[in-house]
């Protein structure tokens, strides 16, 4: 049998926001491996499978990259079928093409499978859309935490005329806020902070971009969420994803 493994995007959490080959990819599974950041109600869609968490949040337990390969690499040699779980899309934020690399590099075959990622389900959760005729021409989508700590140059970004959309900014949104404003964004930009996008127990928070930080600090803002700036996130207060879909979602993952 030849060795492969599915780098499967799991979504942002709701359930019912998987995609078809995702759900093929689970029902065919002998193993499965996930991280943290993926909804476990999705795994009812396993049949047989060994679940391995292999979560590794920023300050909790951590499982080393290698030791994450090196599994795989195992499993998919026994002959196993082997998936490995992302939360979103496997290739946003998510080393799903590190990975790729390192089994392809050990002769091992890859299919990755696109997931929804978190910052766009935010978004559309909230009846904002990312791009939009005569506001927003583009979407710009970026990380606030580098593993060498290097910075984003902020400033440039605040001149592109596109939405942005910031993962991991919980710890650094006063630096975000800072930065854009230096580089000429309007202090009173719109600013949406979704947390847990697609969950139940979904939150947003509404603010501008002067404020955002406060703003995040009175709402107890909490990891994950993802920071929509831009006009556009001064939309959608009308047409929204209703909490009942999501509950829906999460009902049918048991
Ligand atoms: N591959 C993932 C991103 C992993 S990086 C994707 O495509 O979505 C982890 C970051 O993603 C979190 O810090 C947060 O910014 C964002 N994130 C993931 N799931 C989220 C969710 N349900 N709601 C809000 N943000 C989320």
Redo the contacts with the bound molecule.
């Keep these: 049998m030849s060795a492969k493994v599915w780098l499967v995007?799991a979504g942002?959490?709701d359930p019912e926001l998987l995609t078809l080959k995702a759900l093929r990819a689970l029902n065919s599974a002998d193993v499965v491996m996930i991280?943290d950041?993926v909804n476990p109600a999705v795994l009812e869609h396993c049949v047989n499978a060994k679940v391995i968490s292999v979560g590794k949040r920023g300050g909790c337990r951590s499982t080393p990259q290698e030791f994450i390969h090196r599994l795989m690499l195992r499993y998919a040699r026994q002959g196993k079928c082997v998936v490995r779980l992302?939360?979103?899309?496997?290739?946003?934020?998510?080393r799903?093409s590190e990975e790729a690399e390192w089994l392809g590099a050990h002769g091992i075959e890859v299919e990755l499978v696109n997931?929804?990622?978190?910052?766009l389900?935010?978004a559309t959760q909230c009846g904002i859309p990312l791009t939009l005729r005569g506001v927003a021409r583009g979407v710009t989508l970026v990380?606030a935490?580098t593993q060498d700590d290097s910075s984003l140059n902020w400033q440039a970004l605040a001149q592109t005329g596109t939405t942005l959309v910031?993962?991991?900014?919980?710890a650094k949104l006063e630096e975000v806020q800072r930065e854009l404003m230096a580089g000429g964004l309007a202090a009173s930009t719109p600013v949406a902070m979704?947390?847990?996008?697609?969950?139940p127990h979904?939150r947003e928070c509404r603010s501008d971009l002067a404020t955002m930080s406060d703003a995040a600090q009175v709402f107890r803002l909490k990891?994950?969420?993802?920071?929509v700036i831009g006009e556009v996130s001064g939309l959608g207060h009308v047409t929204r994803a209703c909490q009942e879909t999501r509950d829906r979602g999460l009902a049918g993952g048991g």
Excluded: R, W
């Design positions: 995007g942002p959490g991280d950041l992302k939360g979103g899309d496997p290739c946003i934020f998510g799903g997931g929804i990622t978190a910052g389900a935010g990380t935490h910031v993962y991991m900014g919980v979704i947390e847990n996008a697609s969950l979904q990891s994950p969420a993802v920071i």
